[in-house]
C-alpha cells in the first residue's frame, strides 16, 4: 500500500515584530506569496491529503490554512500538534508512526531544523528545505509505523525559488 508523507516548512515570516512571542510571529509579504503558490504547484500535480497537521506556530498554521485553501482541504479539518513546534526528527517520526493506518496521505507543517533533519533522514537527497519548501515520500508500507525504517519508493522536493 502507497503513503504518501508531505513535509512543508512554514513560508517566510516576519521578523518586524521583534517583541512578539516566537510562536506568534505571522507570515511576511513573501511568505503570503509563496504559500498560495506552492499549493496551486501541489493541486497541480493532485495532492490530496486525507490529514493536514501543523505546528500550532501562527506562520506554520497560515501557511498550511493557505496551502488547504489551494488543495480544496476544509481550514477547520486542521489539526494543530504541539508537538511539531520545537521539536527533534525522533518526535515527529512518533508522531507520523502514530497515524490511523487508514489515512494514505498526510501533510506535516512546521519548522527548521527538524524539518530538514527529519527530510534527510528519510532521503540523503535532500539536505535542507528552504522556507515553504515542500519535499514528498512516497512509501510502500502497509503501516506509518514503518516510517524512518524504510527507504522511500519516491521523493519530490520542491520550493518556491525552484525554477
Known amino acids: 500500500m ?30 503570503k506569496r509563496d504559500a498560495p503558490m506552492m499549493g496551486k504547484r501541489l493541486a497541480k500535480q493532485q495532492a490530496k491529503p486525507d490529514l493536514i497537521l501543523s505546528s500550532p506556530a501562527r506562520r506554520a498554521l497560515a501557511t498550511a490554512q493557505i496551502i488547504a485553501k489551494e488543495l480544496g482541504y476544509k481550514a477547520k479539518d ?19 508512526g ?4 487508514k489515512l494514505k496521505c498526510v ?3 512546521g519548522h527548521n531544523p527538524e524539518f530538514s533533519e527529519l527530510a534527510h ?19 510502500e508500507t502497509k503501516s506509518w509505523a514503518t516510517i524512518g525504517d524504510v527507504q522511500p519508493a519516491n521523493v519530490v522536493l520542491d520550493y518556491p525559488k525552484r525554477e
Open 78 to 96: 486542521i489539526v494543530v500538534d504541539g508537538r511539531l513546534y520545537a521539536t527533534e526528527p525522533e518526535t515527529l517520526l512518533a508522531v507520523v
Open 107 to 109: 501533510m506535516l507543517f
Open 98 to 101: 502514530e497515524l490511523n493506518d
Open 2 to 31: 502507497k503513503r504518501t508523507l508531505i513535509l512543508v516548512r512554514h513560508a517566510k515570516s516576519s521578523w518586524d515584530g521583534i517583541d512578539l512571542p516566537d510562536t506568534d510571529r505571522p507570515l511576511a509579504d513573501r511568505g
Open 121 to 139: 533522514r528519510l532521503s540523503s537527497d535532500i539536505t535542507l528545505l528552504p522556507t515553504c519548501a515542500v519535499a514528498q515520500f512516497t512509501f
